[in-house]
């Protein structure tokens, strides 16, 4: 089964500093990967997904994230924080055997900025 | 183009009382996924539809249900609530429900069991 984990549940950074989440699956066959960020009190929403071309993809807001098979790893950066980045960040997965979608969340690294 | 429409945005219920949920995904989109979001599990897969049919589920216990209407809305229903069961439920829907494809989510229904 597949899976995922995100090293530290919160992660602190101030502003125009480096950002850093980190992301690690769990799969026989690499599956599509994702990441999506939450805002309070609002739903998910994609900033880059994964599938099978670069494996360094750009996504909005400045983020991109790097697939490395041999370390099973899809780590999210951006490199200068600003203030309205501090949310909630979750890798995900979905399995490319399949027909169907589901996908499989993190849980989740809480993203702080200091001003 | 409207965005994913989730109804109530928040209601509070009590326990064995049952609720039901409703999603009205993006216009286009085929598939719709509900998810189960709380502080200590995070957010956790309850089931999807496309084209009217369930097409994988969760592990969750019967007492959640869904369907979903020819209209590509769905409403997912939890009988015999419980204190646990308290938590904010997401509805994502999708262009084709491909495994590659985005999730576009709803801002959620908070459900709270006293």
């Known amino acids: 089964a597949q899976s995922v984990t995100q090293l530290g549940s919160h992660v602190s950074v101030s502003e125009g500093a480096l950002v850093l989440l980190r992301c690690n699956y769990s799969s026989s066959v690499p599956p599509y990967l994702f990441w999506y960020v939450q805002y309070p009190n609002q739903g998910l929403q994609l900033l880059l997904k994964?599938?099978?071309?670069?494996?360094l993809v750009k996504g909005i807001n400045g983020f991109e994230a790097e697939f490395k098979k041999s370390e099973t790893s899809f780590h999210l950066t951006k490199p200068s924080a600003h203030m309205s980045d501090a949310a909630e960040y979750f890798c995900a997965v979905s399995d490319r055997k399949t027909s169907y979608d589901k996908v499989i969340f993190g849980p989740g690294t809480s993203l702080s900025v200091i001003p | 183009k409207a965005g994913v429409t989730q109804t109530p945005r928040y209601l509070i219920k009590t326990r064995g009382q049952q609720v039901t949920l409703s999603c009205s995904p993006i216009?286009?989109?085929?598939?719709v996924s509900w998810y189960q979001q709380t502080p200590g599990q995070g957010l956790q897969f309850l089931f999807e539809y496309f084209s009217e049919t369930q097409r994988n589920k969760g592990n969750f216990p019967g007492r959640f249900s869904g369907r979903q209407f020819s209209n590509s809305r769905s409403e997912m229903n939890v009988s015999t609530l419980e204190l646990g069961d308290s938590a904010l439920y997401l509805c994502?829907?999708?262009?084709?429900?491909?495994?590659?494809?985005?999730?576009?989510f709803g801002e959620g229904s908070r459900l709270t069991v006293l």
């Open positions: 994964y599938t099978s071309a670069a494996t």
């Open positions: 994502a829907s999708s262009l084709d429900g491909r495994p590659d494809g985005e999730l576009f």
């Open positions: 216009s286009g989109h085929r598939s």
